[in-house]
C-alpha cells in the first residue's frame, strides 16, 4: 500500500456510521468485531450497532471471558478466537474443478466474483499477521492468484490498541501495539466522560478517498498527545513479554532440551493454538471424485502440525510424539520461521495462551528453553 | 487443453507406456501433447503427480534429461495415490505440476570423481544422474554406483543394470539384504561395498538417496573414510501437499523440503537427521 502522507484528522463517534456506510455502498462487506456465543469474533457486520460496545474481555492462560465496561468503548476488547485469516485464507476453500470425458479434461471456473472485505478494527499485531502471511502465499512464481485477488481487493481500517489484553506480548514482539504502516486508515479511539471521538490516521489513497465524505476537523496537537499516551500506557501495560534476544539459536539448538517433555505432558495436542494463531498458514489437500469418477475437484482447508497424519509418509508419521509436534511448533515460530521468511512467526497476539485448554503459555515455554536466563540443559 | 492458473492446477498429459520393473513398482512414460515440448527438468527433480479425483503425491523425474520427448517417472504401489496412477492405461490423462525442487549438484561435481548411493526405489531420482554422467563422461572423473535393495527381485532397471555395468570406467556394484542361491552379487548392506570402489576420497561428490536408515550409516562410512560433509549430498523425503512452500508439510527444521530440497548438502541437515521425528 502507498503512503499517502496527510495530516491525521478527527471524527465524532457516528461518523464511524457514516464511513461503514459508505464502504458498504463502495461495495465492501464490512467485517468487524461482534459479539457471539460469549465471545468477541469477527464477522460481516451490518452498522456499528453490531460492534461489542460496552463490552470487554479478560483474558489468562486457558481463559477468555467477555465482561461489561463501565463506558460505552467500541473497541475496549483485545483479540479474540479469531483473525483476519479466516477471510484471506479460509479454513475451507475449493482451488478448482474439473470434468472428464473420455480422456480430456477440462477445468471449470468459479464465477462468482470475489468477495470485496473492508476489516474494520484491524490491531498491530494483526497486520504484522496479515504481513507475515503474505509472505507465504505471495512467493515469486508461485502466487496463490485467489490470495493476491483477496488481498487486493481489502481495504483496511486499523485500531490502535487502547488497552493491552491479559495474554498480549506485541510490545516484545515489535509488532505493536501502534499500527505503524499498511493500512488505508487507522483509529484511535479517544473516549473521556465527555468526549467520544476517533483520531484518524490516513494511509493511502483508497482512505484518503473514502475520508472526503466523512465530516471531520484537522487533529490539534492536544489529539495527537493524548493518542500518544494511550499508546505507552498500553505498551507498558503488556500481560506477557518474551525476551528475544538470542532466542532464536537457543530454540534451534536445544531440540532435546527436558522442557519439551514436560509441557508435552500437559499438551493435548489439540491444534487449537494453530487454529486461532494469525500466522499459522498450513494446508492440507483434498482431492474427491463424484461416484462415477468424471468430476473432480480439489479443496484446500487448514492443517496443523498437531494432527497425525500432518507428518504421515508411508510407514507411520514422522513426528508421532506430542512433544514433537509442540516442538515444531514453538520452534517453528519463533526460531524457523525467521530462517524461512525473514520475521518471527509469531506477532505477541496471545491467542494460543488464551485458548489453549490446558494453559500452556508460549512465553513461558519459550523463556524456559530458549532464553539467555536459562542455560541449556541436556544440550546434546 | 488447460493452461494452469493457479500453480495448484495440474496439466494433463496422455500416458504413452507401461514399464513394469518389479512386482510393484511401474515406470510410466507420458507424451507430451501435439505441439507441444516437454518442460526441461534437473536430475533429482520432481513432479507432484495427480490420479484423477483420487489424489496427488511427488514422484521423482526418472528418465533422462536430454529426452525432450517423454517423460517418465518411475513408482512404486503403497497406497492409495500411487496405486491409482499404477492403474492409468495408456492414453489415459496423468495429472502433473511440476517439476519443483533443487536438483543434484552437477554443475558443482565436474571434474571431481563421482559416486552414487542408492537404496531400493532410491535409485530412481539417481537414473537422470546416470544418462547426464555418461552423456559427459568426459566432465567427470572416476563414477561409481553403490545399489542396495533387499532382494535381486526389487532390483530396478534390470537391463540398464546390466548395460551400465559393461560401460568401462563405470563402476557398478549391486548389493541385497537377502538372496537365494542363484544370486550372484553382493548380500549385505551398500557400505559393505566402499572399500571395493576406487575413487579419490579427497576428491569426490556421493550423491545419496534411498531409506533415512541408509542415509545415515553411508554418511557415517563415508565421513569415517575422510570425507567432509560438504561433499555429500542426499535427497529427503516428507509428506507434501503443494510443493510451493506453502503447505507447511514438508518442513524439517528450517527448510521446506519442496523448495529447499529434496537434494541438501549434508552439513545443511546433518544435525537435523541426528535427532528423531523432525
Ligand atoms: C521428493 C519426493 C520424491 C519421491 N519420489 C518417489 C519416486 O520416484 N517413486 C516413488 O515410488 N515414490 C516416491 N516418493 C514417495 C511417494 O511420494 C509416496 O510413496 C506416495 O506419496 C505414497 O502415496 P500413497 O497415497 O500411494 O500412499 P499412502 O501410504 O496411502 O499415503 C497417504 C498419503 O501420505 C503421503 N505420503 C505417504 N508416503 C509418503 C512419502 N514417502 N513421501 C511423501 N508423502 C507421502 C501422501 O500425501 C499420500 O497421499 C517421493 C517422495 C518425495 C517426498
Ligand atoms: S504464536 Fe500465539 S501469540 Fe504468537 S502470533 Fe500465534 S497465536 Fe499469537
Ligand atoms: S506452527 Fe505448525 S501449523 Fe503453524 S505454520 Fe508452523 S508447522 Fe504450520
Ligand atoms: S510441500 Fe507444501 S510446503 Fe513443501
Known amino acids: 500500500m502507498e503512503t499517502v502522507p496527510k495530516a491525521p484528522v478527527v471524527i465524532a463517534e457516528k461518523a464511524l456510521h457514516t464511513l461503514v456506510c459508505e464502504l458498504q455502498s463502495a461495495g465492501y462487506r464490512v467485517i468487524g468485531p461482534t459479539l457471539r456465543d460469549q465471545a468477541i469474533i469477527y464477522d460481516e457486520i451490518d452498522s456499528v450497532a453490531d460492534l461489542p460496545q460496552g463490552w470487554t474481555d479478560e483474558q489468562q492462560p486457558g481463559s477468555y471471558r467477555v465482561a461489561k465496561r463501565p463506558d460505552m468503548a467500541l473497541f475496549g476488547y483485545t483479540v479474540g478466537p479469531h483473525s483476519w485469516k479466516k477471510f484471506l485464507h479460509p479454513p475451507r476453500l475449493r482451488l478448482w474443478q474439473a470434468s472428464r470425458t473420455g480422456n480430456e479434461v477440462s477445468f471449470s471456473h468459479d464465477e462468482t466474483p470475489s468477495q470485496k472485505y473492508a476489516f474494520l478494527g484491524v490491531r498491530s499485531c494483526e497486520l504484522h499477521a496479515i504481513a507475515i502471511q503474505d509472505q507465504v502465499f505471495l512467493q515469486a512464481g508461485h502466487e ?34 501502534q499500527a505503524t504502516n499498511s493500512f488505508d486508515l487507522a483509529l484511535t479511539e479517544l473516549l473521556s466522560e465527555d468526549r467520544h471521538e476517533f483520531l484518524v490516521e490516513i494511509g493511502s ?7 472526503h465524505g ?15 499516551k494511550l499508546l505507552a500506557q498500553t505498551a507498558a501495560n503488556m500481560g506477557r513479554h518474551l525476551d528475544t534476544q538470542g532466542l532464536k539459536e537457543r530454540l534451534q539448538e536445544n531440540p532435546e532440551h527436558r522442557r519439551w517433555d514436560e509441557v508435552a505432558a500437559r499438551c493435548l495436542s489439540c491444534s487449537n493454538c494453530t487454529l486461532v494463531c494469525p500466522t499459522c498458514f498450513c494446508t492440507s489437500v483434498e482431492d474427491t471424485a463424484d461416484l462415477a469418477g468424471d468430476t473432480a475437484e480439489r479443496w484446500r482447508r487448514w492443517d496443523s502440525c498437531f494432527n497425525g497424519e500432518f507428518s504421515y509418509i508411508h510407514g507411520g508419521s514422522v513426528r508421532s510424539s506430542t512433544k514433537s509436534r509442540y516442538r515444531q511448533w514453538l520452534t517453528h515460530k ?36 530458549g532464553s539467555a536466563a536459562s542455560p541449556p540443559e541436556d544440550a546434546s | ?81 500411487s496405486h491409482a496412477l499404477l492403474q492409468l492405461k495408456r492414453n489415459e490423462p496423468l495429472g502433473i505440476r511440476g517439476p519443483f525442487g533443487k536438483p543434484w549438484p552437477l554443475d558443482q561435481a ?21 544418462y547426464h554422467l555418461l552423456a559427459q563422461r568426459e566432465s567427470y572423473g572416476r563414477i561409481a554406483l553403490l545399489y542396495g535393495a533387499r532382494n535381486p527381485a526389487d532390483l530396478l532397471y534390470h537391463k540398464e543394470l546390466e548395460r551400465w555395468r559393461r560401460v568401462p570406467d563405470f563402476q557398478v556394484r549391486v548389493t541385497v539384504d537377502h538372496a537365494g542361491r542363484e544370486w550372484l552379487g553382493d548380500v549385505g548392506v551398500v557400505t559393505r561395498l566402499l572399500p571395493k570402489i576406487r575413487l579419490d576420497p579427497a576428491d569426490t561428490v556421493v550423491m545419496l538417496c534411498g531409506p533415512e536408515i541408509m542415509i545415515r550409516f553411508s554418511t557415517l562410512a563415508l565421513l569415517d573414510m575422510g570425507m567432509s560433509t560438504k561433499q555429500l549430498y542426499v535427497s ?22 519442496c523448495k529447499d530440497g529434496p537434494v541438501f548438502r549434508y552439513d545443511r541437515v546433518e544435525a537435523l537427521l541426528k535427532q528423531d521425528e523432525i
Open chain 1, 144 to 177: 496463490d492468484v485467489g490470495y493476491r485477488q483477496r488481498r487486493d481487493d481489502s481495504f483496511i481500517i486499523a485500531l490502535n490498541c487502547s488497552e493491552a489484553g491479559g495474554t498480549c506480548f506485541c510490545a516484545s514482539m515489535k509488532t505493536g501495539p
Open chain 1, 205 to 211: 489513497q483508497a482512505g484518503a478517498d473514502l475520508m
Open chain 1, 214 to 228: 466523512i465530516a471531520s476537523r484537522e487533529a490539534s496537537a492536544g489529539d495527537l498527545e493524548t493518542a500518544e
Open chain 1, 334 to 369: 519463533l526460531a524457523h520461521w525467521v530462517d524461512q521468511f525473514g520475521s518471527s512467526g509469531c506477532v505477541g497476539c496471545g491467542r494460543c495462551i488464551s485458548w489453549c485448554p490446558t494453559g500452556i503459555d508460549i512465553t513461558e515455554e519459550a523463556a524456559a528453553i
Open chain 2, 1 to 81: 487443453m488447460n493452461t494452469p492458473l493457479d500453480p495448484m492446477m495440474p496439466r494433463f498429459l496422455p500416458l504413452q507406456r507401461r514399464i513394469r520393473e518389479t512386482a510393484d513398482v511401474l515406470s510410466l512414460v507420458a507424451e507430451p501433447l501435439e505441439g507441444e515440448e516437454m518442460p526441461t527438468f534437473l536430475p533429482g527433480q520432481f513432479n507432484m503427480l495427480y490420479a484423477f479425483g483420487v489424489g496427488e503425491v511427488p514422484i521423482s523425474i526418472s528418465g533422462d534429461p536430454q529426452e525432450r520427448g517423454h517423460l517418465v517417472h518411475t513408482i512404486r504401489d503403497v497406497g492409495a495415490v
Open chain 2, 110 to 130: 565436474r571434474g571431481a570423481d563421482i559416486l552414487l548411493i542408492a537404496g531400493g526405489i532410491g535409485l530412481a531420482p539417481l537414473r537422470p544422474v546416470i
Open chain 2, 236 to 257: 529427503m523425503e516428507r509428506n507434501m501437499k503443494c510443493a510451493i512452500g506453502s503447505c507447511g508439510h514438508c518442513q524439517f527444521g528450517p527448510h521446506f523440503i
